[in-house]
């Protein structure tokens, strides 16, 4: 069995490297290994899951020992977010595809992102499966190449835009990444998860405090949590739709799950514990008064991400077994349903032309079903019984009331408060794009939705009008300037050039979705199981000697 533990991160490159041979000349063999690779991800992860239940399973590879050789371990918590993501990534492959599809985009940016995409996914696996510092470095620097290519296909100033400044921040956290792993290193002579957890013990408290505040930082960035979160609202909403899902949905708990790896098994104690804590209420605040403020439904969504990320912050301060157990749930929840409501943008995008709600309307009328697959996981998110929002945001909130310390009853108050504004935020979406009336001049089946560039070329045209010039770009009788083949022009794209909006969105995207949506709606079907298993694993995390002995065993 712990030959199977370096699978999730082989075959994805294996793959790579063949999709990167096919290219746009062999476009369905690129698509099938693509969906072939993923699915099999899935049943390796399902399996690597169950087995991690008995007992970690770990892998040396080159049959070196720590700290020489590259160790990969599967416990409870890895094998966990390994089905998950592989879970939500293939969805979003497969609502990629409709998409690319639907939009006859058969050239660069779909062929460049297939490879794009499962380094991307290999990279996920390999920051879940690492088991020392310097691999798990390795696997952001894997995901950080990928993360670039993917904000910024198609080339638009925007999104070149976006992905610089995501890059910027990301590098910046690498190099204090890197630092970290020096002090590490000169101070114990490893980077082994497991030999760290023992020799930690025995440096001195002004050390291991260092190490630990500048690893939470890296991972708080990662994790995009206050005050290090403001690139996400900038870098996200630009990107394509499955992208910003994939990015909002899962690499931001890439960074939750190093917090809640490295505070369980190298920094037991807690010290930092009412750091998190205050953290965690600022991210929670101030997140969702962001979004409170916001009418473009992406930004609105990529400041709930920035709010409820706070929610699982709470439950690592917290540090105890209920707590971080009540995180383990939150993650494996905010992974699926954040994904599905960035994936339901997208369809609102391509269905109204917009994703701005002052120009939205009537979709509960004029499209029922996408109306469905915004109203489940919204009320999800919102934390409304019976679903699993309501499940892990009730675990963690009796965490904090069994704490029973100021700090985290103030923590209880805020994460009440930050559930009724997430509730308002969504009932305003719903309202404005769904219940109410359809404005005038909202886009209509067969819209030209146009890049940023295009619309500042027809700017220019307005402009060279005013000045006597031809009129290239007539409008409508409302004002609403309009293509020469009909249509309004729209300033924002899903793929980074024109395309068609469709009153029926394509059958492959609105699947995709729909199964992202069953997918959430499991964990309530399975809450008892669900709570039972990541209990387990927050015990073996906080217990920690499994991990030790099966990666230091002889």
Same mark, same amino acid.
């Not at 792993?181 to 408290?205: H, K, M, P, W």
């Not at 699982?312 to 209920?322: E, P, Q, S, T, W």
């Given at each position: ?7 999730? %991160? ?20 690129? *698509? +099938? ?20 239940? $008995? ?16 160790? =990969? ?32 985009? $058969?050239?660069?940016? =779909? ?10 996914? &290999? ?5 879940? /499966? ?9 696997? +952001? ?55 760290? &957890?023992?020799? +930690? ?5 002004? %050390?291991?405090?260092?190490?630990? @505040?500048? /690893? =939470? ?64 209420? @600022? ?7 962001? &979004? ?6 992406? *930004? ?12 699982? %912050? ?35 995008? *391509? ?82 794009? +769904? ?16 890049? #940023?560039?295009?619309? @500042?070329? $027809? ?11 031809? @009129? ?15 249509? #309004? ?27 992202? %949506? ?19 694993? &927050? ?16």
């Amino acid at each position: 069995m712990n030959a199977l533990v370096p699978l999730p %991160v082989l075959l994805p490159l294996f793959a790579t490297g063949l999709s990167l041979a096919a290219g746009i000349r062999l476009k369905r063999f690129q *698509r +099938f290994i693509s969906v072939a690779v993923l699915t099999a991800v899935v049943v390796i992860s399902v399996v690597l899951m169950i087995a991690a239940d $008995d007992g970690p399973l770990s892998v040396h590879l080159g049959d070196f020992a720590p700290p020489l050789g590259i160790t =990969l371990v599967a416990d409870r918590l890895s094998g966990l977010m390994l089905t998950v993501s592989s879970l939500v990534t293939l969805c979003v492959l497969v609502y990629s595809l409709g998409q690319g599809m639907a939009d006859k985009d $058969d050239e660069t940016p =779909l062929a460049v992102f297939h490879p794009a995409y499962l380094i991307l996914v &290999a990279g996920i696996a390999c920051t879940f /499966l690492a088991g020392d510092l310097m691999n798990l470095f390795v696997g +952001f620097e894997i995901m950080l190449v990928s993360s670039f290519v993917l904000l910024t296909l198609g080339g638009t100033g925007p999104r070149i835009r976006a992905g610089s400044t995501y890059v910027i921040i990301s590098l910046l956290s690498s190099m204090i990444f890197l630092v970290a792993i020096a002090i590490t290193y000169a101070a114990t002579g490893t980077v082994n998860f497991a030999q760290l &957890a023992e020799r +930690f013990d025995d440096l001195s408290l002004g %050390v291991t405090t260092l190490v630990q @505040a500048m /690893l =939470l930082t890296v991972f708080g960035i990662k994790a995009a949590v206050f005050p290090v979160a403001a690139w996400v609202p900038d870098s996200y909403p630009t990107a394509p739709a499955p992208v910003t899902a994939v990015f909002a949905g899962l690499l931001t708990k890439v960074g939750v799950y190093c917090m809640l790896r490295t505070e369980t098994l190298l920094f037991p104690g807690n010290r930092l514990g009412n750091l998190l804590l205050v953290v965690a209420l @600022a991210s929670m605040i101030i997140g969702i008064l962001g &979004a409170v403020a916001q009418t473009d439904l992406k *930004r609105l969504l990529s400041f709930t991400l920035i709010s409820h990320i706070g929610y699982m %912050v709470f439950g690592i301060g917290l540090a105890d077994r209920a707590g971080i157990g009540g995180a383990i749930v939150y993650v494996v929840h905010h992974i699926t349903v954040q994904t599905t409501l960035f994936l339901v943008a997208g369809l609102i995008e *391509r269905r109204g032309g917009t994703t701005e709600l002052t120009r939205l309307g009537g979709l509960a009328r004029s499209a029922p079903l996408l109306s469905l697959l915004f109203f489940v996981p919204a009320m999800n998110i919102a934390g409304i019984p019976p679903f699993s929002g309501f499940i892990g945001k009730l675990a963690l909130m009796r965490a904090g009331v069994d704490n029973g310390s100021a700090l985290a009853w103030v923590l209880v108050g805020g994460s009440t408060l930050t559930s009724l504004l997430t509730l308002y935020v969504v009932v305003k979406v719903w309202n404005l794009a +769904f219940w109410r009336s359809e404005p005038p001049g909202q886009a209509a089946e067969g819209t030209v939705m146009e890049s #940023q560039e295009d619309d @500042a070329d $027809d700017d220019a045209d307005d402009d060279a009008a005013d000045e006597g010039g031809p @009129a290239v770009t007539p409008q409508d009788d409302q004002g609403i300037p309009v293509r020469p083949g009909g249509g #309004q022009v729209v300033a924002t794209s899903i793929t980074g050039k024109a395309v068609t909006t469709t009153k029926r969105p394509p059958r492959t995207m609105l699947a995709a979705t729909a199964a992202t %949506v069953v997918l959430g709606l499991s964990y309530t079907v399975l809450a008892g199981p669900l709570a039972a298993y990541t209990d387990r694993s &927050a015990q073996e995390l906080l217990t920690r000697t499994p991990y030790i002995e099966e990666v230091l065993r002889p």
